[in-house]
């Protein structure tokens, strides 16, 4: 085939999708509808006459012909995003794209941020909070802080160790000393608990407690850290939070840390497609954040 003939949109379409193994996750990743990412994988499809994908219930699944297309597609946009970032980083060398965990951004990176930038006058920082994995594609972020349970390393990606996760019992100050006292793990229902993502962890941290967390004491559930520690800051309960996250507000006196059993909750990863190919800006912030952490 001609190369002026190639089906390059639909080859795209394919590419994300299978690299992604969904039609909905290519489409929020193309910025297109699912129906078009379907449109354009059937059309290629027909073009092969065969098939790519092996369609099932909710999921889809690439056919042999599919994995072996995928295989040179990805390499080969890789290679072409490579060289289109290093004209692109020439360019636009004091430019830096972050992208973090919402938890991450808010409790940790904002506010040490300016400390980076009169470090590095004249660097142009973008901070993206977003916890989604990314390709580091052209105009994308050039690095990523990542949190994880389990995982220590993501698909065709560099990671390194930033901090581990520990989890600690803290509520306002202020609110302690107008209501009952907490002297055992048992006290803490009378406050209510506030929670991240799901009630797992605070499930965990009775469980080392040696009790069992009552079907009663459920309460609200919220997104991510930052709007925890926001919750717990205004007395709406008690919250597990990420210990380094909580430090400066119980130095502060703002809150208070019940206890010192903690709770192991995976930790967070400075991510990159390739640490060595950096461009100076992102290379300066991933030594300045390992640097922070090393420190403590």
Known sequence: MKRGRLPLTALRSFEVAGRLESFTLAAEELFISQAAVSRQIRELEQMLDGPLFERRHRSVVLTASGRKLLAVLTSSFDRIDDCLADIWGASASADLKISVEPSFAACWLVPRLP???????????????DPRTIEF????????????????????????????????????SYLLKGGPPISSPHDIFAYGLLHEENRDAWSRWFEAAGIAMPEAARGPVYADDGLVLQAALRGQGVALLDEVFAEEEIRAGRLRQLFDLTVANGAYWLVARNFDRLPPP?????????????KR
């Open 115 to 129: 400390e980076f930038c009169k470090l590095h006058a004249g660097v142009e920082v973008s901070l993206d909070a």
């Open 137 to 172: 594609r052209t105009g994308q972020a050039q690095i990523a802080i990542r949190h994880s349970a389990t995982v220590a390393a993501w698909p065709r990606t560099e990671s390194r160790h930033l901090m581990d996760v520990r989890m600690v019992p803290v509520i306002a």
């Open 282 to 294: 992102a290379a300066d912030f991933a030594r300045w954040v390992t640097e922070s952490f090393h």
